[in-house]
């Protein structure tokens, strides 16, 4: 038997073996220790107010798309209501992710809404505390990074399924009648179907809708809730004819093991299982978009989180509420409002415990096509006709898995949706072996410290002219005093700084005023026709690179772009050619794809910008949501930049002419070093001509 040579203990001669509990004993020490931390933290913490704050606004989006989910399963609304408050609250006691908010989802609906159709409210509940069994089952196992593991194709056609099954449910809602969506369709050419809709419940279904959609960029702004208490408020004041949500009792149910017959038991945990599944990913992968939105935070714990989620679920059952998850919409809203710790989560299921009792009877007048317009709203969002467009131009077996994992939600054969799901991925992954291993190998560089990596193809015809050898990890005078590689068509003008290994192509132009700084984070690249205007500042963070073609770069800047007065790129940073950087705009810890514009003050931070994107002015761009949302950059956009290239093409001429004067004539050379003993002495290019 082979025995590691880093634990003694396992040796043959202290004559003791591997225990194979260990790995789990430790990851059991690191959840509790997270845990412990995570309260330490709250204690600690001197935002109380800005946690307070977080969790009403969280509670006043949660609390009508609770009772709305509630209903549209089949389920008393009593059910949705002590689902958001015990289960988020018991998750925020003791989850593994510090914003996480939880509570009924609309990713769950569908089957969640196939068990009490078949089981009732009583086997839903029953349901619930078997996925709470399940999802601890799996934290005590450490499955947790499993989640990790699920193809983004099959997520978002489940995710794109859920929601067109949404809104085939909800929009019969908000016409008032009982047609299916597809029933509808079949009657488009047959006006006579309009005498049936009930236009007061349009009214209402579209007021919450049209409220919600006009202020989703108002992050606090409690659209949700503000909008189903006036429309509700109205239809009561004018006596309007609506189904409304009924009857709410104003007490939390006492703790009680859910009564199903013994016979009925294994058929309810067959329905179960994929759901326990499929709520369990869903809670982690909401974890993980979290900690997208919160570098600044220690990630979550997936082990300790699935242990938050398993008691919730349990505590849910006991009191005849609906399955949880963790929700990236309301985990979200609680970033995006300032929670700072796990407190913020827990006032929100606080906050919902006390609505069921004082808010009963007003939540009991609330009418249907209302929340019919709020779950629309949820449906249209979670379907995901960007990525499936991008599958089909990039890797048709994956959008293969998203079509059919899709259909499958849609048509109710989810198991098998998902099964073909994964086997199509499976074969992507088998067929694309290759560049899967090159991509391990990327990502083990980038946890060094490398922010992206782009392959040689991608990088055809962006390499200076001279081969320079790669930097090391040299100290910062080392790096000041390094060479800058300029091309002999090039212009840096007399008032502009340029420090250290920077590396620039043919008719670069570096405007006065600019500081193009490779003293700290080293080297810089410039693509050829590329130019930085008035007040430009380029610089880096030590030790972080982008990798182009095998080189590391600490700023890599592509050919034909322009980086407008005053803006400011820092690295590492990755801008692709033909791209427009706007006035006094902000790219850090970013990769722009080529043929983008970026608009005047905008900020874009710690994401991946596809090619041919526009970034509009003042836009805050540091999610993947955000990225999602970019429109496509127009001609006109595209123009522009080709017009400001073309022009500084011409002034980088003009001004070596107006330099050197007209009878100057001087050989051509591949590059011009410049060197110096301190970190102020600039580069003046008339102080050695013989260099050009």
């Known amino acids: 038997m082979n025995h590691s040579p880093h634990h003694p203990a396992s040796s043959p001669a202290s004559g003791k073996r591997d225990n ?9 020490r690191a959840m509790a220790a997270d845990w412990w931390q995570s309260w330490r933290d709250v204690a600690r913490s001197t935002g109380f107010v800005s946690d307070l704050i977080a969790g009403l606004t969280v509670a006043a989006v949660a609390l009508p798309l609770n009772v709305a989910l509630a209903v549209a399963s089949g389920l008393p609304p009593v059910a949705g209501l002590i689902a958001g408050a015990v289960g988020g609250s018991i998750a925020a006691a003791f989850g593994g992710a510090r914003f996480q908010v939880t509570g009924p989802a609309a990713a769950l609906n569908v089957m969640v809404l196939a068990l009490a159709q078949k089981f009732g409210a009583t086997g839903v509940a029953a349901a619930a505390m078997m996925i709470g069994v399940v999802q601890l089952v799996l934290s005590f196992s450490l499955a947790g990074r499993l989640g990790k593991r699920v193809p983004e194709s099959v997520l978002a056609g489940f995710t794109t399924g859920v929601g067109l099954k949404l809104l085939d449910s909800q929009i019969p809602e908000v016409l008032g009648f009982d047609y299916r969506v597809y029933e509808l369709a079949q009657m488009m050419h047959r006006p006579a179907w309009l005498h049936h809709v009930s236009w007061t419940a349009v ?23 503000l909008g189903i208490g006036l429309i509700t ?8 004819n609506l189904e409304r949500v009924g009857a709410v009792p104003a007490t939390i149910p006492h703790p009680i093991f859910p009564n199903i017959p013994d016979e009925r038991w294994l058929d309810l945990a067959a329905a179960t299982l994929p759901l326990a599944l499929l709520a369990s990913i869903e809670s982690l992968l909401s974890a993980r978009a979290v900690d997208r939105m919160t570098p600044e935070f220690k990630p979550h714990n997936p082990d300790l989180e699935l242990f938050g989620q398993g008691l919730a679920n349990l505590g849910v059952g006991l009191l005849q509420g609906m399955p949880v998850s963790g929700v990236i919409v309301r985990s979200g809203v609680n970033v995006q409002s300032g929670g700072r710790t796990r407190l913020s989560a827990l ?11 004082l ?6 007048q609330v009418p249907l096509a209302a929340l019919g317009g709020l779950l629309c709203v949820v449906g249209f969002r979670l379907v995901e006709v960007g990525t499936f467009i991008e599958l089909v131009r990039k890797e048709r077996i994956e959008a293969a898995a998203f079509l059919v994992t899709a259909v ?3 048509t109710g054969h989810l198991v098998m949706g998902l099964v073909a799901g994964f086997v199509l991925h499976a074969l992507h992954a088998f067929l694309h072996r290759h560049e899967h291993a090159a991509e391990v190998q990327l990502s083990k560089r980038r946890e060094k410290g490398i922010r992206a990596v782009l392959g040689r193809e991608e990088a055809k015809g962006r390499r200076p002219s001279s081969e320079l050898e790669a930097p090391g990890h040299h100290k910062w005078l080392s790096q000041i005093r390094d060479r800058a590689v300029v091309s002999a068509s090039s212009f840096v003008h007399r008032q502009a700084s340029v420090i250290g290994r920077v590396v620039m192509g043919e008719n670069v132009h570096i405007a006065a005023g600019s500081s193009v700084r490779a003293d700290e984070g080293s080297p810089f690249f410039i693509g050829s026709n590329t130019n930085l205007q008035d007040g430009v500042v380029v610089h880096a963070l030590k030790n972080k690179w982008v990798t182009v073609a095998g080189e590391d770069w600490a700023v890599y800047v592509g050919r034909h772009v322009s980086i407008a007065h005053n803006a400011l790129v820092h690295g590492p940073c990755y801008i692709g050619d033909d791209t427009f950087v706007g006035f006094k705009a902000v790219v850090h810890d970013a990769v722009v794809g080529s043929h983008c514009y970026i608009g005047i003050g905008a900020v874009v931070v710690g994401v991946e910008v596809p090619d041919g994107r526009f970034v509009p002015h003042g836009a805050i761009i540091d999610t993947a949501d955000a990225v999602e949302r970019l429109s496509l950059v127009s001609d006109v956009h595209r123009e522009f930049n080709e017009d400001v290239v073309e022009v500084n093409r011409g002034l980088v001429a003009a001004y070596r002419e107006h330099e050197e004067g007209p009878a100057a004539v001087r050989p051509r050379a591949t590059e011009v070093e410049r060197r110096g003993p301190s970190w102020d002495q600039r580069w003046q290019p008339d102080r050695d001509p013989s260099r050009f």
């Not at 194979?20 to 059991?28: I, M, S, T």
């Open 233 to 240: 408020a109205v239809s009561v004041y004018l006596r309007w």
């Open 347 to 357: 006032v929100h299921g606080v906050l919902l415990a006390a609505s069921v009792l």
């Open 20 to 28: 194979p509990f260990d790995p789990l004993k430790a990851g059991w």
């Open 359 to 364: 808010l009963g009877s007003t939540i009991a």
């Open 408 to 410: 499958g939600t849609v």
């Open 203 to 225: 009214v209402s279904g579209l007021f919450v809708a049209f409220l919600v959609s006009s202020t989703r960029h108002l992050k606090r702004f409690p659209a949700a809730i």
